[in-house]
């Protein structure tokens, strides 16, 4: 059985079947799953029913592990977290807003791995929005004016020990550390070319992005705001549903996600890995 890749006709993301990620893929699946990874940038394997062994072997076949600041691994792993929320947990839900994972880091992870261990039966889709049409669907002025510009980006504002899962994000089920490595900061291009594809569009947003070089901080906040919201708009987002048994691949230099509530009284479990920078 050969792999079938299914386009989700939205905005980005495709459904990927006719493969065992159970096992060590040869390299020409390597090789299609990666095409179909930058041209789809979302790839949902379902009915996998992956452990962590399997997880991490599925990841490792796309690069290194990336660097996975502020949080603790799960017991007896290096390079997975858990994205859990309990049945009767009252604490904000995590990952609510836009982001790209860790951009604030020099070397951002290339990709993440989310790996279904226990899924409610409904609500907890993860939203995707691409950040190439973002880009392409903005006219050549307003491309010209965020073409050349530099974000400054930071964890301060999530996992500083002040900051939304600091001191005082109290009853949260995931095990967050917050630190004062958080106020640290890392530029990056706002809008940079996908160093695989060559295909620009905007790289994370506020939240991560603080400021912007060069520019007056309520200018570069009013901006970045007005940018978010385009950045989000439906036209560019997609929804993914999850499955038990699911592994959701996707690129993290082509689109932000957040994730969706909706499922109170239900217990959520995903663990997550990343990918780290392409070496080239
Ligand atoms: C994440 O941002 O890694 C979590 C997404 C989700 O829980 O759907």
Redesign the pocket.
């Known amino acids: 059985m050969g792999l079938r890749v299914e386009p989700s006709g939205g905005a980005c993301g495709a459904r990927i079947t006719g493969v065992d990620l159970k096992a060590p893929l040869d390299s020409a699946t390597v090789a299609a799953v990666r095409s179909a990874w930058l041209e789809h940038h979302v790839l949902a394997f379902p009915d996998q029913h992956l452990d962590d062994d399997q997880l991490e072997r599925f990841t490792l076949q796309f690069g290194q592990f990336g660097e996975d600041p502020f949080f603790a691994p799960i017991a007896g792993r290096q390079h997975i977290a858990a ?1 859990r929320r309990e049945a009767d947990e009252q604490s904000p839900l ?2 609510e807003n836009w ?1 790209a ?1 860790w951009s604030f880091q020099a070397r951002p992870p290339s990709g ?1 791995c ?1 790996n279904a261990i226990e899924i409610p039966p409904v609500g ?1 889709d ?1 939203l995707f929005a691409n950040q190439h049409r973002a880009w392409e669907a903005l006219s050549p002025a307003q491309q010209a004016r965020y073409a050349d510009l530099i974000a400054v980006h930071s964890a301060k504002l999530p996992y500083a020990p002040d900051g939304t899962y600091g001191a005082k994000d109290t009853g949260r089920s995931m095990d967050i550390r917050p630190s004062e490595a958080a106020l640290a900061t890392q530029t990056h291009l706002l809008v940079p070319a996908h160093p695989e594809t060559g295909r620009r569009g905007f790289y994370s947003t506020l939240g991560y992005i603080i400021g912007i070089e060069g520019m007056a901080q309520d200018e570069a906040i009013a901006l970045l705001m007005e940018l978010q919201a385009w950045q989000g708009d439906e036209r560019f987002v997609f929804a993914q549903k999850w499955e038990p048994g699911m592994l959701v691949m996707w690129d993290n230099r082509s689109v932000l ?3 969706t509530g909706g499922y109170e009284g239900y217990r959520r479990e ?1 663990h ?1 890995t990343t990918i780290a920078a392409w070496e080239g």
């Open positions: 994205i995590f990952a982001h994972d993440t989310l907890g993860t996600h957040k994730a995903l997550r």
